[in-house]
């Protein structure tokens, strides 16, 4: 690289070269190695890793035992707590019994799928329509480009949650407080993940339209659009079934859907009502989930063969 | 189609330190067939833009029958791209687009805001873009994406967008240089028809010195940034190009791999 190394003869110098590099690398590796283990243990620490606990033995007697292997034991507990009783001679009875607010529950399952559905609408309409501003390559000016990248950063970095709490002080508690939340955390979201489709696009299309007299918008419709559309399909269907599992909880502060039943199992403590909210809430996720993916391949095939 | 004159005065545009295109000054008569000639690098790209309006130059002034082209903005800056079609040596085609709408793309400058977004053309808008696509035996492709025909269908398919501009001066930035000899010599061809049956103004990049004496009326010669030539193809002889690349030059343009010629051109 260096013109010293014009002296030695080509292959002494690569040898050299290559000690050097390997060295080099060895280094970084360790020094990173030992950055990465020294956060570990930190963060280990602060969360209570090693923390010690005092447990109660079978013959009565108090003893300090290390936290973890005193806890696993309780999720047991935990979830035989939440199995309801199904005996064979009876078991429609019981399986009735153990979903006995289905009605109320179906309702409101129904209720979360249209929350998800909502809001996956309003914010792919938002995230859209801010992806080509927010994206580098074809914001107009540095301006218009600072201020979607930070509106799209404030609306995905609050938790959907947090801005249910918000939104159910605004618009009293109910679905309408859940799809705004989850709109405006998914436009964040979304927004941010199309306009890193749009910067990857080719830009030749919209020169094309451009030179032809396109306006930006033009640009836009003609030169972008076509090109980034299956990418954006793919991305809203696998935001939908994040939405979905949102919308399930979000109910727990009020802002409407399957949630506010998990809050209520919770505090009465009905523990065989949640393995069945949470059965219902499995089954549909596993089904949405499974029929998006379906769309989201036969989208990118076509895309593919395009 | 339109009888004006295209100046260049001065023109210049500086990258940084390197001037790409420097002190240019040109009048282009209406009607001439315009071959501008220069290795990578020259300014002829440049200065092809410059006179679109993709890039603003740094000094100097283009003028278009009196009108300064230097000083238009939005609407009018629009209209003039519209007016000066270009064509791209990559074709810059909507690949995901059928062939049709890329033509129609042509007409974007006389829609408003709404009937572009939802791209409602007008049958009488269809029927241009259909007969433009006649006129480069395109037709029964017009249904075809553009991103699925051959280089040479793409070119053409980029001249009838260009044809549809109703365009006053026509551009062309290396436009058979991505082709085989073949479709060099069809694209170079639709040129020169357009040229002489429209009448109207074309001004072609070239890097080979073959397909710019076959087709050009002029051919002006670039090399950083300036015109070192202007002249009829008759004029630039050898002993010219010699004089003003150097022999290494020479043979340079005459072997450059692509060009209208079908045969290999063997070198003097």
């Known amino acids: 690289m260096t013109l010293t190394a014009d002296t030695l003869p080509p292959i002494a110098a690569f040898d050299r070269d290559f000690a050097l590099q390997r060295r080099r690398a060895r280094i970084g590796w360790a020094v990173g190695s030992m950055l990465f283990f020294a956060a570990f243990l930190l963060s280990a620490q602060l969360s209570d890793f090693f923390k010690v606990t005092q447990v109660t033995l079978p013959d009565g007697t108090r003893a300090d035992r290390w936290i973890v292997p005193a806890g696993i034991p309780r999720l047991g507990e935990y979830v035989a707590k ?20 289905w009605k109320i529950w179906l309702r409101l399952l129904v209720e979360t799928v249209l929350i998800a559905f909502m809001a996956t609408s309003l914010g792919v309409i938002g995230g859209f329509a801010l992806s080509f501003p927010a994206a580098r390559n ?5 301006w218009v480009l600072w201020f979607s990248r930070r509106y799209l950063e404030i609306a995905r970095t609050v938790p959907d949650l947090v801005w249910a709490l918000i939104f159910v002080f605004c618009f009293s508690v109910g679905p309408l407080a859940g799809v705004l939340a989850i709109a405006v955390h998914a436009t964040g979201a979304l927004g941010k993940l199309y306009s890193e489709v749009n910067e990857n696009i080719d830009m030749r299309p919209l020169e094309g339209v451009k030179a032809a007299g396109g306006s930006w918008f033009d640009q836009i419709r003609y030169g972008a659009v076509p090109q980034v559309l299956p990418n954006i399909i793919s991305y809203t269907l696998l935001r939908f079934e994040i939405n979905v599992r949102s919308s399930s909880i979000i109910g727990y502060v009020g802002a409407g859907g399957l949630g506010q039943e998990f809050r ?3 505090s009465l403590q009905e523990y065989t009502d949640l393995s069945a909210l949470f059965l219902i809430i499995f089954l549909t996720v596993i089904a949405i989930d499974y029929g998006s993916e379906k769309l989201r391949h036969r989208i990118i095939d076509m895309g593919q063969s395009a | 189609m ?74 009018a800056l629009r209209q003039w791209r519209a007016d000066c079609a270009m064509i791209f040596q990559q074709f810059n085609l909507v690949d995901r687009l059928d062939v049709l709408t890329n033509v129609l793309i042509g007409r974007l ?22 007969q433009a696509l006649d006129r480069l035996d395109l037709v029964p492709q017009a249904l075809q994406r553009a991103g699925t025909l051959s280089g040479g269908q793409q070119q053409r398919v980029a001249i009838a967008k260009a044809l549809v501009q109703q365009p006053r001066i026509m551009l062309a930035d290396e436009p058979i240089a991505s082709l085989d000899p073949a479709n060099a ?46 002249g009829t193809a008759a004029q630039l002889t050898d002993g010219v190009v010699r004089d003003i690349y150097g022999t290494e030059g020479l043979m340079e343009f005459n072997e450059a791999v692509t060009s209208t010629a079908a045969r290999p051109h063997v070198t003097a």
């Open chain 2, 109 to 130: 400058a006389h829609h408003g805001f709404l009937s572009s977004m939802t791209m409602n053309f007008s049958d009488v808008e269809r029927t241009m873009a259909i």
């Open chain 2, 2 to 75: 339109s009888q004006h004159a295209l100046t260049l005065s001065g023109l210049t545009k500086t990258f940084g330190d390197t001037n790409a295109v420097h002190n240019v000054s040109l009048e282009i008569e209406p009607g001439q067939f315009v071959g501008v000639i220069g290795r990578s690098g020259a300014g002829k790209s440049t200065l092809l833009r410059l006179l679109n309006r993709l890039i603003d130059p740094s000094d100097g002034s283009v003028s278009f029958g009196g009108q300064e082209i230097t000083a238009l903005r939005g609407r």
């Open chain 1, 82 to 101: 939440t199995i309801p009783t199904l005996r064979l001679d009876s078991f429609w009875a019981d399986f009735g019994e153990w979903f006995w607010r």
């Open chain 1, 138 to 142: 074809l914001a107009p000016n540095t």
């Open chain 1, 264 to 266: 209520e199992a919770m």
């Open chain 2, 185 to 230: 010599t069809k694209v170079m061809d639709a040129l020169a028809a357009i040229n002489s049956e429209d009448g109207l103004t074309v001004l072609v990049n070239l890097h080979t010195l073959d397909t710019a004496r076959a087709y050009c009326d002029r051919i002006i010669a670039m090399r950083a940034g300036r015109v070192m030539f202007d």
